[in-house]
């Protein structure tokens, strides 16, 4: 089980980005897909899920209207298409999955208790 995250990058505030998940020897479509971040010295956060079978979603706060997570069946893979970047979405972004999980909830966007994790992206938001 394997999630390879990309497209991390530097960007001016206000810029845009599109981070992928791609998920490999597994098909993603039959669980929960999350992305999580962690800032310099702070605790790491959930900013976006997706669920399997309806596909509903879920945000942070912060990045609500900004954020736009979707899947790619043909693809295996999630995207989360984030613009108009702040500074303070500066973060490790990570994409995350469970098998016992196919419903997003605010429980595990809060906790994070996902069995398989990718390797983070890095995105730095700057002028």
């Known amino acids: 089980v394997q999630l390879q995250a990309s497209g991390g990058g530097s960007v001016q505030p206000g810029g845009s980005l599109r981070l992928?998940?791609?998920a490999l020897n597994f098909n993603s479509d039959y669980y929960a897909i999350a992305w999580?971040?962690?800032a310099?010295?702070?605790?790491r956060e959930g900013v976006?899920?997706?669920s399997s079978s309806d596909r509903s979603t879920l945000y942070a706060d912060s990045v609500k209207g900004r954020f736009t997570i979707s899947r790619d069946s043909a693809k295996n893979t999630v995207y989360l298409q984030m613009n108009s970047l702040k500074p303070e979405d500066t973060a490790v972004y990570y994409c995350a999955t469970d098998f016992e999980v196919g419903v997003c909830t605010q429980s595990l966007m809060k906790f994070g208790n996902m069995d398989y994790w990718g390797k983070g992206t890095l995105v730095?938001?700057?002028s």
């Open 20 to 22: 992928s998940c791609q």
């Open 36 to 38: 999580f971040r962690q």
């Open 40 to 43: 310099p010295g702070k605790e």
């Open 48 to 50: 976006s899920c997706i």
């Open 124 to 126: 730095t938001v700057s």
